[in-house]
């Protein structure tokens, strides 16, 4: 069955003048946020251009009715989590009625026009907020090569289990903020001298982790799995997201339960949701694994899914140093990769989450794991860029860089491309590094 339909005709245009030819939010894109307008309330929007178009004013214009009009409704308040949970058919409805109210030859153009005012607001004069309260965050270790590369550069090889079972942890959901929120250089225990006892301190290796972010819609009952052919559709949307790593941190306490203190402190996503229908142009068969490799087991197969169950989009990090900021360069590009990359799919990580009876809630998110290419050009983190330190990066500025230090920023940024079709992006997702808290100065060692 198709899943394309006339919102993704390349030839609409919007009559809002900055949505044509815009990278990331043109009407074939329609994402979901939540903002909070100049002198108003958080409420649902939708990013178009460089504008954000007001759910709650246009469900308060009557310009919604049935499935459409329960999808506004939903999301007029401070979070999606309400449309989340009314599942799929609302949203298409939504995303519909939007395409039909935004498009330049649109009927009713000179009406939604008129209400302009109230309805479009532009997005740099609104703060943009997380768009769901996230109630469990879960990140996976689907990059098959960044897992290679990271079990290699701390000593270990690929685990057994990792080409039979999506391997994941459950991480902090309350650490989590949208793009723009500065991140402090966390303090931890660090070993600084092989053999020696643990310090503690700044981390020394902090690290980005590019990954892609997949929210949950429709959540299922506790002990109730949803089933490998039905968990697409539990999938609301997708968005970026920076799984901030202290790799000094990480090395210590890794055995015997796993990444704790070095990643919890924090987590940024790109807050625009690009829902599931926005990237159905862009869908792609999973990539075939090798020969050698073990089939899945059958609760985690399902031949559609095989088939377009994957994402062809482009993934392309980058790193903004203080020195490049005050003589005006660009950003260094450090990695360009691609989500095809990913070992398992994102249906598969739902149907192996919930085939213990977990239960799944609108709004839970998942994190994909590090998505690294084949080669050195595709690495989706400083640990693998520089070789854990042994091969410092060198900018424009003159600077080098074997990981973050304070005042660097990393941006990260994805778009899809398909002949034929409009191209959409996620908007950015971004963090600069704060100094350490003082507030543990008196407690911390010296390096």
Not at 104 to 111: F, L, M, N, V
Not at 210 to 216: A, D, H, K, L, T
Not at 350 to 379: K, M, Q, R, Y
Request: aromatic share 8%; proline share 8%.
């Amino acid at each position: 069955m198709s899943l394309l339909d006339e919102t993704h005709d390349p030839a609409r245009q919007c009559w809002v003048a900055s949505a044509e030819g815009h990278p990331d939010f043109p009407i074939q894109n329609l994402p979901l946020g939540v903002f909070s307008p100049p002198h108003g309330e958080a409420c649902g929007g939708v990013a178009i251009g460089d504008a954000i178009f007001d759910l709650r004013a246009a469900a308060a214009a009557a310009m919604f009715s049935g499935a459409a009009q329960l999808a506004a409704a939903a999301a007029s308040g401070p979070t999606l989590n309400p449309l989340m949970a009314l599942g799929k058919e609302p949203r298409v409805a939504l995303r519909k009625r939007l395409s039909e109210l935004l498009r330049s030859d649109g009927a009713e153009r000179k009406t939604v026009q008129g209400l302009s005012s109230r309805l479009l607001h532009y997005a740099a004069d609104c703060v943009i907020h997380l768009p769901a309260a996230i109630g469990n965050y879960t990140d996976f270790f689907a990059g098959i090569h960044h897992a290679t590369n990271a079990s290699r550069l701390f000593g270990l090889g690929l685990t057994p289990n990792y080409k039979y079972v999506p391997i994941a942890y459950h991480g902090r959901a309350s650490s989590l903020r949208p793009s723009g929120t500065s991140v402090r250089r966390p303090n931890g225990q660090r070993i600084l001298e092989i053999g020696g006892p643990p310090r503690f301190g700044p981390c020394q290796k902090l690290d980005h982790e590019f990954e892609f972010g997949v929210w949950i819609g429709s959540g299922n009952d506790l002990g109730d799995p949803v089933s490998i052919s039905r968990a697409a559709d539990h999938i609301f949307g997708y968005c970026l997201l920076n799984d901030w790593s202290a790799r000094d941190v990480q090395a210590w306490e890794m055995q015997p339960l796993g990444p704790f203190l070095s990643k919890n402190f924090a987590t940024t996503i790109s807050p625009w949701i690009v829902t599931p229908e926005a990237l159905a142009p862009f869908r792609t068969a999973q990539s075939v694994r090798p020969k050698d490799d073990p089939q899945p087991l059958p609760y985690l197969w399902d031949d559609y899914d095989q088939r377009e169950g994957a994402l062809n989009i482009e993934l392309e990090a980058s790193l903004l140093t203080p020195g490049l900021k005050a003589q005006r360069k660009s950003p260094h590009r450090l990695s360009v990769a691609n989500t095809r990359e990913l070992y398992w799919t994102f249906a598969q990580m739902v149907a192996h989450h919930t085939s213990s009876g977990c239960n799944l809630l609108p709004g839970d998110l998942f994190g994909s794991g590090t998505i690294s290419g084949p080669t050195s050009e595709g690495c989706g983190s400083m640990l693998e860029l520089t070789q854990n330190g042994k091969k410092p990066i060198r900018v424009a500025s003159g600077e080098s860089r074997t990981y973050l230090e304070d005042g660097d920023e990393i941006i990260l940024r994805a778009i899809c491309r398909r002949a034929g079709y409009a191209s959409i992006g996620f908007g950015e997702c971004r963090g600069v590094i704060l100094p350490p808290s003082r507030s543990l100065s008196q407690n911390v060692d010296p390096v």
